[in-house]
């Protein structure tokens, strides 16, 4: 399974969230704006439109033990952007663009089923093409 990396998405292994956040992956879901958090049951994701507002959040993971960077790979938190992928390298993480959206997933699992925040849609202003239709 994968998960839906729209703007700015700040990913984290949901294993380290049962470990290190108050309450794990309730205790999350619970703490972020709501219409942003998915989850695969491998990883979580929460989406940010601001870049200051994902470091804030990055910030509130660090208070809680996180690790962020390891020699200048992403350690168990990860910033990917919607065009461009993971901002830097992670050794746990990988992404895919797909018609029309970014994904996510743990390397090693299947791409699978997409999930997404409830209520979401692709963003109207970006085109997705269509596959195997003639021009």
């Known amino acids: 399974m994968s998960v839906v ?3 700015i998405s700040v990913i ?3 294993d380290v969230v049962e470990a290190r956040y108050p ?3 309730v205790g999350l ?3 972020v704006p709501p ?4 989850s695969d049951g491998f990883i979580a994701r929460i989406g940010f439109t601001s870049p200051w507002d994902a470091d804030t959040f990055i910030e509130r993971l660090l208070r809680h033990g996180f690790l962020f960077m390891w020699d200048g790979d992403y350690s168990e938190i990860a910033m990917v952007d919607q065009h461009a992928g993971l901002v830097r390298p992670c050794s746990w993480l990988q992404t895919a663009q797909v018609p029309g959206i970014r994904i996510a997933c743990l390397v090693g699992q299947p791409v699978g089923q997409v999930m997404a925040p409830p209520g979401w849609q692709r963003s109207h202003w970006e085109p997705t093409p269509l596959i195997g239709a003639a021009n």
Do not use: L
């Not at 219409?35 to 998915?38: I, L, Q």
């Open 29 to 31: 879901e619970s703490d």
């Open 23 to 25: 309450n794990g992956i």
């Open 35 to 38: 219409g942003t958090y998915c």
């Open 5 to 7: 990396c729209e703007s």
């Open 12 to 14: 984290v292994r949901c």
